[in-house]
């Protein structure tokens, strides 16, 4: 199943996510520690974003 990684805006097989982070009660997963290092930064930030175009992360 893809996810879309809600730092970055990659998408990717929720299997091969580098994390899994929960918050809110929802999970997110992530391409790289980077993204996932991102996100715990500044959660709220990537959280609600509905159409993320991407950060320019680490693709």
Do not use: L, T, W
Not at 30 to 49: M, V
């Amino acid at each position: 199943m893809k996810v879309k990684d809600p730092v970055c805006g990659m998408k990717i097989e929720k299997e091969e996510a580098a994390e899994k982070i929960e918050y809110m009660g929802k999970e997110y997963y992530f391409c790289s520690q980077e993204c996932a290092e991102k996100f715990k930064d500044n959660p709220e930030q990537y959280a609600h974003q509905k159409n993320s175009h991407g950060h320019g992360c680490c693709h």
